[in-house]
Protein backbone atom coordinates (compact mmCIF):
# COMPACT_ATOMS: atom_id res chain seq x y z
CA UNK A 1 0.00 0.00 0.00
CA UNK A 2 3.05 2.56 1.07
CA UNK A 3 4.20 4.75 -1.21
CA UNK A 4 1.08 4.26 -4.13
CA UNK A 5 -0.20 7.04 -5.48
CA UNK A 6 -3.62 6.94 -3.87
CA UNK A 7 -2.18 7.30 -0.85
CA UNK A 8 -0.23 10.16 -1.50
CA UNK A 9 -2.61 12.31 -1.69
CA UNK A 10 -3.90 14.77 0.75
CA UNK A 11 -7.32 14.14 2.85
CA UNK A 12 -6.33 17.30 5.13
CA UNK A 13 -5.03 20.16 2.58
CA UNK A 14 -4.85 22.66 5.65
CA UNK A 15 -2.26 20.74 7.74
CA UNK A 16 -0.96 18.64 4.25
CA UNK A 17 -1.69 15.10 6.05
CA UNK A 18 -1.89 12.24 3.34
CA UNK A 19 -4.09 9.30 3.26
CA UNK A 20 -1.25 7.23 4.41
CA UNK A 21 -1.12 9.24 7.19
CA UNK A 22 -4.78 8.79 7.84
CA UNK A 23 -4.52 4.60 7.64
CA UNK A 24 -1.31 4.51 10.13
CA UNK A 25 -3.19 6.45 12.50
CA UNK A 26 -6.30 4.37 12.07
CA UNK A 27 -3.73 0.93 12.28
CA UNK A 28 -2.78 2.81 15.36
CA UNK A 29 -5.63 2.20 17.30
CA UNK A 30 -8.04 5.81 16.41
CA UNK A 31 -11.32 4.90 15.93
CA UNK A 32 -12.99 8.36 15.74
CA UNK A 33 -12.12 11.63 14.13
CA UNK A 34 -10.84 13.02 17.09
CA UNK A 35 -8.26 10.23 16.87
CA UNK A 36 -7.15 10.97 14.00
CA UNK A 37 -6.66 14.32 15.07
CA UNK A 38 -4.76 14.40 18.27
CA UNK A 39 -2.27 11.86 16.04
CA UNK A 40 -2.03 13.40 12.94
CA UNK A 41 -3.09 16.95 13.49
CA UNK A 42 -5.40 16.42 10.45
CA UNK A 43 -8.78 18.83 10.73
CA UNK A 44 -6.68 21.11 12.91
CA UNK A 45 -6.17 23.77 10.34
CA UNK A 46 -7.42 26.71 9.01
CA UNK A 47 -10.87 25.42 7.62
CA UNK A 48 -11.22 23.28 11.18
CA UNK A 49 -12.17 20.08 9.44
CA UNK A 50 -14.43 21.44 7.05
CA UNK A 51 -13.42 19.90 3.79
CA UNK A 52 -11.82 16.64 5.56
CA UNK A 53 -13.79 15.32 8.48
CA UNK A 54 -16.19 13.60 5.89
CA UNK A 55 -13.52 12.07 4.11
CA UNK A 56 -11.81 10.96 7.39
CA UNK A 57 -15.32 9.97 8.70
CA UNK A 58 -15.70 7.82 5.25
CA UNK A 59 -12.26 6.31 6.05
CA UNK A 60 -12.92 5.58 9.73
CA UNK A 61 -16.72 3.86 8.72
CA UNK A 62 -14.67 1.61 6.58
CA UNK A 63 -12.79 -0.02 9.50
CA UNK A 64 -15.80 0.10 11.73
CA UNK A 65 -19.55 0.20 11.84
CA UNK A 66 -20.80 3.90 11.67
CA UNK A 67 -22.99 2.99 14.61
CA UNK A 68 -19.48 2.68 16.76
CA UNK A 69 -18.29 6.34 15.61
CA UNK A 70 -18.63 8.90 17.62
CA UNK A 71 -19.36 12.00 15.98
CA UNK A 72 -16.55 14.49 16.02
CA UNK A 73 -16.34 17.48 18.53
CA UNK A 74 -17.12 20.52 16.37
CA UNK A 75 -15.60 23.46 18.05
CA UNK A 76 -17.27 26.69 17.35
CA UNK A 77 -17.00 29.64 15.97
CA UNK A 78 -18.37 28.48 12.69
CA UNK A 79 -16.81 31.44 10.41
CA UNK A 80 -13.04 33.39 11.50
CA UNK A 81 -13.59 36.81 12.87
CA UNK A 82 -10.70 38.99 13.94
CA UNK A 83 -10.04 39.23 17.82
CA UNK A 84 -11.80 43.08 17.48
CA UNK A 85 -15.14 41.83 15.80
CA UNK A 86 -15.66 39.52 18.97
CA UNK A 87 -14.12 42.17 21.65
CA UNK A 88 -16.24 45.53 19.85
CA UNK A 89 -18.84 43.30 21.39
CA UNK A 90 -20.96 42.45 18.21
CA UNK A 91 -22.81 39.42 18.58
CA UNK A 92 -22.13 37.29 15.83
CA UNK A 93 -19.74 34.74 16.63
CA UNK B 1 -11.56 -11.41 28.67
CA UNK B 2 -10.14 -11.04 32.14
CA UNK B 3 -7.20 -9.63 32.42
CA UNK B 4 -3.87 -9.53 35.37
CA UNK B 5 -1.69 -6.72 35.86
CA UNK B 6 0.67 -5.64 38.82
CA UNK B 7 -1.04 -1.73 37.66
CA UNK B 8 -4.25 -1.39 36.34
CA UNK B 9 -4.16 2.44 35.53
CA UNK B 10 -7.68 4.46 35.05
CA UNK B 11 -7.27 7.48 32.45
CA UNK B 12 -5.07 7.85 29.27
CA UNK B 13 -4.87 11.73 29.69
CA UNK B 14 -1.67 12.79 30.63
CA UNK B 15 -0.86 11.50 34.13
CA UNK B 16 -2.28 8.01 33.11
CA UNK B 17 0.22 7.71 30.42
CA UNK B 18 3.38 9.14 32.19
CA UNK B 19 2.61 6.41 35.02
CA UNK B 20 1.85 3.82 32.49
CA UNK B 21 5.29 4.73 30.82
CA UNK B 22 7.29 4.64 34.74
CA UNK B 23 5.50 1.29 35.81
CA UNK B 24 6.05 -0.02 32.65
CA UNK B 25 9.52 0.64 32.55
CA UNK B 26 10.28 -0.17 36.21
CA UNK B 27 9.20 -3.80 35.05
CA UNK B 28 5.72 -3.94 36.26
CA UNK B 29 3.41 -5.22 34.07
CA UNK B 30 0.93 -2.72 33.32
CA UNK B 31 -2.64 -2.52 31.71
CA UNK B 32 -4.66 0.99 31.03
CA UNK B 33 -7.91 2.07 30.31
CA UNK B 34 -9.12 5.29 28.68
CA UNK B 35 -12.81 5.65 28.18
CA UNK B 36 -12.45 7.42 24.53
CA UNK B 37 -9.01 7.81 23.11
CA UNK B 38 -5.95 9.54 24.80
CA UNK B 39 -5.93 12.77 25.47
CA UNK B 40 -9.68 13.26 25.66
CA UNK B 41 -9.94 14.39 28.83
CA UNK B 42 -8.45 17.98 29.88
CA UNK B 43 -4.85 17.45 28.43
CA UNK B 44 -6.41 17.58 25.12
CA UNK B 45 -8.03 20.53 25.84
CA UNK B 46 -5.51 22.76 27.13
CA UNK B 47 -2.42 25.03 26.85
CA UNK B 48 0.85 24.16 26.38
CA UNK B 49 3.04 25.69 29.00
CA UNK B 50 5.49 24.03 30.98
CA UNK B 51 5.75 27.10 33.19
CA UNK B 52 7.19 27.25 36.27
CA UNK B 53 6.65 31.29 37.51
CA UNK B 54 3.62 30.65 37.83
CA UNK B 55 4.49 27.50 40.70
CA UNK B 56 3.65 28.45 44.38
CA UNK B 57 7.63 28.79 46.05
CA UNK B 58 7.73 25.47 47.67
CA UNK B 59 6.90 21.90 47.34
CA UNK B 60 4.85 22.87 44.51
CA UNK B 61 7.62 24.61 42.47
CA UNK B 62 9.82 22.30 43.07
CA UNK B 63 8.28 19.64 41.62
CA UNK B 64 7.63 21.97 38.59
CA UNK B 65 11.27 22.12 38.73
CA UNK B 66 12.26 18.70 38.72
CA UNK B 67 9.88 17.81 35.81
CA UNK B 68 11.44 20.73 33.91
CA UNK B 69 14.75 18.64 34.05
CA UNK B 70 13.26 16.01 32.72
CA UNK B 71 11.53 17.59 29.50
CA UNK B 72 15.16 18.49 29.12
CA UNK B 73 15.82 15.24 27.24
CA UNK B 74 12.45 13.29 27.07
CA UNK B 75 12.19 13.55 23.70
CA UNK B 76 15.52 10.88 23.72
CA UNK B 77 14.43 9.07 26.65
CA UNK B 78 10.55 7.81 24.81
CA UNK B 79 11.87 7.71 21.59
CA UNK B 80 9.49 10.15 20.03
CA UNK B 81 9.52 13.63 19.30
CA UNK B 82 7.47 15.57 22.02
CA UNK B 83 7.82 19.32 20.68
CA UNK B 84 9.31 20.55 24.28
CA UNK B 85 10.73 23.96 23.79
CA UNK B 86 12.46 26.37 26.07
CA UNK B 87 11.97 29.77 25.53
CA UNK B 88 11.46 31.47 28.71
CA UNK B 89 8.21 33.21 29.93
CA UNK B 90 7.12 36.56 31.45
CA UNK B 91 4.34 37.40 33.65
CA UNK B 92 2.94 41.11 33.17
CA UNK B 93 2.55 43.43 36.08
CA UNK B 94 -0.03 46.23 35.42
CA UNK B 95 -0.49 47.95 38.74
CA UNK B 96 1.18 48.49 42.01
CA UNK B 97 -0.71 45.68 43.69
CA UNK B 98 0.67 43.29 41.23
CA UNK B 99 3.93 44.91 41.51
CA UNK B 100 4.14 44.16 45.13
CA UNK B 101 3.06 40.54 44.57
CA UNK B 102 5.35 39.66 42.21
CA UNK B 103 7.94 41.15 43.74
CA UNK B 104 7.47 39.12 46.57
CA UNK B 105 6.52 35.99 44.74
CA UNK B 106 10.09 36.02 42.52
CA UNK B 107 11.91 36.52 45.86
CA UNK B 108 10.68 33.11 47.63
CA UNK B 109 11.09 30.97 44.19
CA UNK B 110 14.65 32.61 43.50
CA UNK B 111 15.14 30.81 46.88
CA UNK B 112 13.92 27.41 45.47
CA UNK B 113 16.25 27.63 42.70
CA UNK B 114 14.42 29.76 40.07
CA UNK B 115 15.71 32.01 37.74
CA UNK B 116 13.81 34.89 37.72
CA UNK B 117 13.52 38.37 37.43
CA UNK B 118 11.80 41.44 37.18
CA UNK B 119 12.78 42.74 34.24
CA UNK B 120 10.81 46.65 32.69
CA UNK B 121 8.34 47.31 30.28
CA UNK B 122 10.74 48.29 27.70
CA UNK B 123 12.83 45.56 28.39
CA UNK B 124 9.99 43.43 28.42
CA UNK B 125 9.17 44.25 24.88
CA UNK B 126 12.34 43.60 23.48
CA UNK B 127 10.85 39.81 24.49
CA UNK B 128 7.22 40.51 23.18
CA UNK B 129 6.14 42.49 20.38
CA UNK B 130 2.50 44.43 20.95
CA UNK B 131 2.61 44.60 25.07
CA UNK B 132 0.43 47.34 26.51
CA UNK B 133 2.05 50.77 27.11
CA UNK B 134 0.41 51.15 30.61
CA UNK B 135 2.67 47.67 31.69
CA UNK B 136 4.90 48.76 34.79
CA UNK B 137 7.33 45.58 33.70
CA UNK B 138 6.80 41.63 34.00
CA UNK B 139 8.67 39.23 35.46
CA UNK B 140 10.86 37.13 33.28
CA UNK B 141 12.68 33.43 33.49
CA UNK B 142 14.71 31.81 30.84
CA UNK B 143 13.41 28.10 32.53
CA UNK B 144 10.07 28.47 31.37
CA UNK B 145 8.63 26.73 28.08
CA UNK B 146 6.01 24.49 26.70
CA UNK B 147 5.58 21.10 25.32
CA UNK B 148 3.17 20.03 22.69
CA UNK B 149 0.13 17.99 24.89
CA UNK B 150 -0.87 15.22 22.29
CA UNK B 151 2.73 14.48 21.52
CA UNK B 152 3.49 14.04 25.26
CA UNK B 153 0.17 11.80 25.97
CA UNK B 154 1.67 9.43 23.02
CA UNK B 155 4.97 9.37 23.40
CA UNK B 156 4.32 8.30 27.18
CA UNK B 157 1.94 5.76 25.78
CA UNK B 158 4.09 4.31 23.09
CA UNK B 159 6.77 3.79 25.26
CA UNK B 160 4.96 1.84 27.82
CA UNK B 161 3.93 -0.04 24.90
CA UNK B 162 7.63 -0.68 23.72
CA UNK B 163 7.80 -1.75 27.64
CA UNK B 164 4.87 -4.12 27.46
CA UNK B 165 2.18 -2.24 28.77
CA UNK B 166 -1.07 -3.33 27.24
CA UNK B 167 -3.20 0.04 26.75
CA UNK B 168 -6.90 -0.17 25.74
CA UNK B 169 -8.71 2.67 24.30
CA UNK B 170 -12.58 2.75 24.09
CA UNK B 171 -12.21 1.18 27.69
CA UNK B 172 -14.50 2.83 29.84
CA UNK B 173 -14.06 1.73 33.90
CA UNK B 174 -17.34 1.03 35.69
CA UNK B 175 -15.90 0.33 38.87
CA UNK B 176 -13.52 -1.34 41.13
CA UNK B 177 -13.43 -5.19 42.15
CA UNK B 178 -13.26 -5.89 45.53
CA UNK B 179 -11.98 -8.90 47.76
CA UNK B 180 -12.73 -8.87 51.48
CA UNK B 181 -12.19 -4.56 51.40
CA UNK B 182 -9.41 -4.89 49.11
CA UNK B 183 -8.87 -3.15 45.87
CA UNK B 184 -8.29 -5.97 43.10
CA UNK B 185 -8.71 -4.20 40.16
CA UNK B 186 -11.09 -2.84 37.93
CA UNK B 187 -14.48 -3.69 35.51
CA UNK B 188 -14.41 -2.43 32.01
CA UNK B 189 -15.87 -2.26 28.97
CA UNK B 190 -13.83 -4.43 27.78
CA UNK B 191 -13.43 -7.03 30.64
CA UNK B 192 -12.09 -7.20 33.89
CA UNK B 193 -8.39 -6.24 35.33
CA UNK B 194 -7.31 -7.94 38.40
CA UNK B 195 -4.40 -5.72 39.48
CA UNK B 196 -2.35 -5.63 42.99
CA UNK B 197 -2.13 -1.89 42.50
CA UNK B 198 -4.99 0.02 40.64
CA UNK B 199 -3.99 3.68 39.94
CA UNK B 200 -6.58 6.34 39.47
CA UNK B 201 -5.74 8.72 37.35
CA UNK B 202 -9.34 9.92 35.83
CA UNK B 203 -8.16 13.56 36.19
CA UNK B 204 -11.47 15.82 36.95
CA UNK B 205 -13.57 12.65 36.78
CA UNK B 206 -11.86 10.88 39.50
CA UNK B 207 -14.45 11.60 42.29
CA UNK B 208 -17.28 9.95 39.86
CA UNK B 209 -15.31 6.37 40.11
CA UNK B 210 -14.10 7.43 43.92
CA UNK B 211 -18.07 8.19 44.87
CA UNK B 212 -18.74 3.93 43.67
CA UNK B 213 -16.29 2.98 46.76
CA UNK B 214 -17.85 5.71 49.23
CA UNK B 215 -14.50 7.21 48.77
CA UNK B 216 -15.35 11.42 48.62
CA UNK B 217 -12.55 13.38 46.89
CA UNK B 218 -11.71 16.98 47.43
CA UNK B 219 -11.37 17.18 43.67
CA UNK B 220 -13.89 19.87 41.25
CA UNK B 221 -13.85 20.21 37.84
CA UNK B 222 -12.69 24.01 36.87
CA UNK B 223 -13.28 25.03 33.41
CA UNK B 224 -10.94 26.57 31.28
CA UNK B 225 -12.02 28.21 28.32
CA UNK B 226 -9.63 29.09 25.67
CA UNK B 227 -9.33 30.78 22.52
CA UNK B 228 -7.10 29.30 18.90
CA UNK B 229 -6.06 32.05 16.40
CA UNK B 230 -5.08 31.32 12.49
CA UNK B 231 -1.58 30.03 12.25
CA UNK B 232 0.60 33.28 11.70
CA UNK B 233 4.35 34.25 11.83
CA UNK B 234 6.18 33.94 15.28
CA UNK B 235 4.53 36.24 16.94
CA UNK B 236 4.47 34.99 20.73
CA UNK B 237 8.48 34.45 22.51
CA UNK B 238 8.17 32.42 24.61
CA UNK B 239 5.06 32.12 27.27
CA UNK B 240 3.26 35.36 28.75
CA UNK B 241 1.51 35.20 31.44
CA UNK B 242 -0.89 38.20 33.35
CA UNK B 243 0.08 38.55 37.14
CA UNK B 244 -3.96 38.55 37.51
CA UNK B 245 -3.87 34.56 37.13
CA UNK B 246 -1.22 34.73 40.43
CA UNK B 247 -2.96 37.05 42.62
CA UNK B 248 -6.09 35.13 41.52
CA UNK B 249 -4.74 32.07 42.25
CA UNK B 250 -3.19 32.53 45.40
CA UNK B 251 -4.14 35.89 46.62
CA UNK B 252 -7.89 35.10 46.20
CA UNK B 253 -8.82 37.60 48.93
CA UNK B 254 -7.49 40.65 46.59
CA UNK B 255 -10.33 39.94 44.48
CA UNK B 256 -12.65 39.03 46.96
CA UNK B 257 -14.91 42.32 46.43
CA UNK B 258 -14.36 42.63 43.02
CA UNK B 259 -17.77 42.98 40.82
CA UNK B 260 -16.24 42.43 37.28
CA UNK B 261 -17.32 39.73 34.94
CA UNK B 262 -13.69 38.91 34.17
CA UNK B 263 -12.55 38.37 37.85
CA UNK B 264 -15.75 36.23 38.11
CA UNK B 265 -15.06 33.86 35.39
CA UNK B 266 -11.41 33.83 36.46
CA UNK B 267 -9.94 35.24 33.43
CA UNK B 268 -6.36 35.15 33.56
CA UNK B 269 -4.11 35.67 30.74
CA UNK B 270 -2.12 32.78 29.12
CA UNK B 271 0.00 33.45 26.06
CA UNK B 272 1.24 30.88 24.01
CA UNK B 273 2.06 29.73 19.98
CA UNK B 274 2.22 26.48 18.75
CA UNK B 275 5.14 24.85 16.21
CA UNK B 276 2.48 25.54 13.79
CA UNK B 277 1.94 29.18 14.60
CA UNK B 278 -1.65 28.90 15.96
CA UNK B 279 -1.17 31.08 19.04
CA UNK B 280 -3.47 29.56 22.11
CA UNK B 281 -5.13 32.84 23.98
CA UNK B 282 -6.53 31.57 27.63
CA UNK B 283 -8.04 30.96 29.64
CA UNK B 284 -10.93 31.12 32.45
CA UNK B 285 -11.08 28.96 35.75
CA UNK B 286 -14.86 28.76 36.38
CA UNK B 287 -16.93 25.66 38.38
CA UNK B 288 -19.45 25.06 36.02
CA UNK B 289 -19.90 21.11 36.85
CA UNK B 290 -18.77 19.06 34.15
CA UNK B 291 -20.22 21.36 31.57
CA UNK B 292 -17.71 21.44 28.15
CA UNK B 293 -19.44 24.11 26.28
CA UNK B 294 -17.60 27.32 25.77
CA UNK B 295 -19.77 30.48 26.74
CA UNK B 296 -20.02 33.61 24.58
CA UNK B 297 -19.11 36.01 27.33
CA UNK B 298 -16.17 34.05 28.45
CA UNK B 299 -14.66 34.28 25.31
CA UNK B 300 -15.36 37.82 24.83
CA UNK B 301 -13.92 38.63 28.08
CA UNK B 302 -10.85 36.57 27.31
CA UNK B 303 -10.01 38.34 23.85
CA UNK B 304 -10.97 41.59 25.45
CA UNK B 305 -8.38 40.44 28.67
CA UNK B 306 -6.10 39.73 26.04
CA UNK B 307 -6.31 42.68 23.56
CA UNK B 308 -5.74 44.86 26.77
CA UNK B 309 -2.67 43.53 27.33
CA UNK B 310 -1.36 42.86 24.34
CA UNK B 311 -3.19 45.23 21.76
CA UNK B 312 -1.00 43.57 18.84
CA UNK B 313 -3.20 39.95 18.81
CA UNK B 314 -6.09 42.41 17.62
CA UNK B 315 -6.17 42.10 13.99
CA UNK B 316 -5.61 37.66 14.14
CA UNK B 317 -8.59 35.96 13.30
CA UNK B 318 -10.23 33.05 15.85
CA UNK B 319 -10.81 30.15 14.07
CA UNK B 320 -11.58 28.11 17.17
CA UNK B 321 -12.92 27.82 20.87
CA UNK B 322 -12.44 25.24 23.47
CA UNK B 323 -13.12 23.79 26.68
CA UNK B 324 -11.70 21.38 29.08
CA UNK B 325 -11.95 20.42 32.79
CA UNK B 326 -9.14 20.93 35.45
CA UNK B 327 -8.92 18.86 38.31
CA UNK B 328 -9.09 21.27 41.12
CA UNK B 329 -7.82 20.54 44.84
CA UNK B 330 -8.64 23.03 47.25
CA UNK B 331 -5.18 23.57 48.14
CA UNK B 332 -3.58 23.60 44.62
CA UNK B 333 -1.57 20.34 44.88
CA UNK B 334 -2.63 16.96 43.02
CA UNK B 335 -3.37 14.03 45.25
CA UNK B 336 -0.56 11.06 44.71
CA UNK B 337 -0.32 8.41 47.21
CA UNK B 338 -2.47 5.27 48.14
CA UNK B 339 -5.62 6.00 49.91
CA UNK B 340 -6.12 5.45 53.31
CA UNK B 341 -8.50 2.58 54.06
CA UNK B 342 -9.12 1.58 50.41
CA UNK B 343 -6.20 -0.68 50.10
CA UNK B 344 -4.66 -1.60 46.32
CA UNK B 345 -5.77 2.36 45.64
CA UNK B 346 -3.60 4.41 44.28
CA UNK B 347 -4.08 7.99 43.35
CA UNK B 348 -2.80 10.20 41.21
CA UNK B 349 -5.10 13.26 40.19
CA UNK B 350 -6.14 16.54 41.33
CA UNK B 351 -3.26 18.79 39.37
CA UNK B 352 -5.95 21.41 38.14
CA UNK B 353 -3.35 23.50 35.76
CA UNK B 354 -0.72 22.08 35.86
CA UNK B 355 -1.17 18.54 35.11
CA UNK B 356 0.79 18.74 31.62
CA UNK B 357 4.24 20.89 33.39
CA UNK B 358 3.71 18.18 36.40
CA UNK B 359 3.48 15.28 34.49
CA UNK B 360 6.61 13.86 34.17
CA UNK B 361 7.07 14.31 37.62
CA UNK B 362 4.10 12.62 38.75
CA UNK B 363 5.19 9.42 36.89
CA UNK B 364 8.35 9.09 38.43
CA UNK B 365 7.04 9.83 42.53
CA UNK B 366 4.18 7.53 41.76
CA UNK B 367 7.14 4.89 40.61
CA UNK B 368 9.10 5.52 43.89
CA UNK B 369 5.96 4.75 45.99
CA UNK B 370 4.32 2.24 44.08
CA UNK B 371 7.64 0.33 43.95
CA UNK B 372 9.87 1.37 46.49
CA UNK B 373 7.27 3.02 49.28
CA UNK B 374 8.81 5.78 48.63
CA UNK B 375 9.77 8.56 46.34
CA UNK B 376 12.49 10.43 45.44
CA UNK B 377 11.92 13.27 47.88
CA UNK B 378 9.69 14.05 50.51
CA UNK B 379 5.85 14.15 49.15
CA UNK B 380 4.13 14.91 51.99
CA UNK B 381 2.18 17.41 50.78
CA UNK B 382 0.33 15.08 47.82
CA UNK B 383 -1.11 12.92 50.50
CA UNK B 384 -4.25 11.93 49.42
CA UNK B 385 -5.63 11.72 52.65
CA UNK B 386 -4.50 15.11 53.74
CA UNK B 387 -7.79 16.42 53.74
CA UNK B 388 -9.35 13.82 56.05
CA UNK B 389 -11.03 14.97 58.84
C1 LIG C 1 -7.84 25.73 29.30
C2 LIG C 1 -6.80 24.91 30.01
C3 LIG C 1 -5.47 25.29 29.93
C4 LIG C 1 -4.48 24.56 30.58
N1 LIG C 1 -3.19 24.93 30.43
C5 LIG C 1 -2.20 24.20 31.00
C6 LIG C 1 -0.84 24.56 30.81
O1 LIG C 1 -0.53 25.48 30.07
N2 LIG C 1 0.11 23.84 31.45
C7 LIG C 1 -0.22 22.78 32.27
O2 LIG C 1 0.67 22.18 32.84
N3 LIG C 1 -1.50 22.41 32.44
C8 LIG C 1 -2.49 23.10 31.84
N4 LIG C 1 -3.80 22.74 32.02
C9 LIG C 1 -4.11 21.65 32.96
C10 LIG C 1 -3.93 20.28 32.34
O3 LIG C 1 -4.67 20.20 31.15
C11 LIG C 1 -4.42 19.21 33.33
O4 LIG C 1 -3.88 19.41 34.60
C12 LIG C 1 -4.00 17.81 32.86
O5 LIG C 1 -4.33 17.63 31.50
C13 LIG C 1 -4.65 16.75 33.71
O6 LIG C 1 -4.32 15.49 33.18
P1 LIG C 1 -5.02 14.18 33.70
O7 LIG C 1 -4.41 13.06 32.96
O8 LIG C 1 -5.01 14.15 35.17
O9 LIG C 1 -6.56 14.38 33.32
P2 LIG C 1 -7.29 14.25 31.89
O10 LIG C 1 -6.44 14.71 30.79
O11 LIG C 1 -8.63 14.88 32.04
O12 LIG C 1 -7.41 12.70 31.71
C14 LIG C 1 -8.33 11.90 32.38
C15 LIG C 1 -8.73 10.79 31.45
O13 LIG C 1 -9.51 9.85 32.15
C16 LIG C 1 -10.50 9.36 31.27
N5 LIG C 1 -11.59 8.80 32.06
C17 LIG C 1 -12.46 9.46 32.84
N6 LIG C 1 -13.34 8.60 33.39
C18 LIG C 1 -13.01 7.35 32.93
C19 LIG C 1 -13.55 6.06 33.12
N7 LIG C 1 -14.62 5.83 33.88
N8 LIG C 1 -12.95 5.01 32.49
C20 LIG C 1 -11.85 5.21 31.71
N9 LIG C 1 -11.32 6.42 31.50
C21 LIG C 1 -11.88 7.48 32.09
C22 LIG C 1 -10.90 10.58 30.47
O14 LIG C 1 -11.52 10.22 29.25
C23 LIG C 1 -9.57 11.28 30.28
O15 LIG C 1 -8.93 10.93 29.07
C24 LIG C 1 -4.83 23.43 31.37
C25 LIG C 1 -6.15 23.03 31.42
C26 LIG C 1 -7.14 23.75 30.75
C27 LIG C 1 -8.55 23.26 30.82
S1 LIG D 1 -8.74 20.30 5.28
FE1 LIG D 1 -8.36 19.49 7.22
S2 LIG D 1 -8.50 21.22 8.51
FE2 LIG D 1 -8.87 22.06 6.59
Known amino acids: ?93 | MSMTADAAIIGGGVIGASIAYRLAKAGKKVVLCERYDFAAGATGSCDQCVFLQSKNPGIHLKLALDSSAIFQDLSKELDYTIDYFKHGGMITIENEMEMAVMSDFAEKQKKIGLDVEIISRAEAAKRQRGLAGHLLGCTYSPQDGHVNPFKLTLGFVKAAQKHGALILIDAEVFGFKLESGRIKGIKTSKGDVEAGVTVLAAGAWSPVLAKTLDLALPIKPRRGQIVITEPVAPYVTGNLLSGQYIVAKYHPEILADSKSLAVRLGVGLSLTQTSKGDILIGATREFAGYDLRNTREAIREILKNASRLVPGLEDLHVIRVMAGLRPYTPDGLPLVGFVKDREGLFIAAGHEGDGIALSAITGVIARGLICDGKAYTDVSALDPNRFDA
Do not use: F, H, W
Open chain 1, 1 to 93: MTGSPENEIYICRCEEVTREEILAAIADGATTVKGVKIRTEAGMGLCQGRTCRRLISQMLARTRPPSDIYPPTIRTPVRTAKIREYTNGEDDL
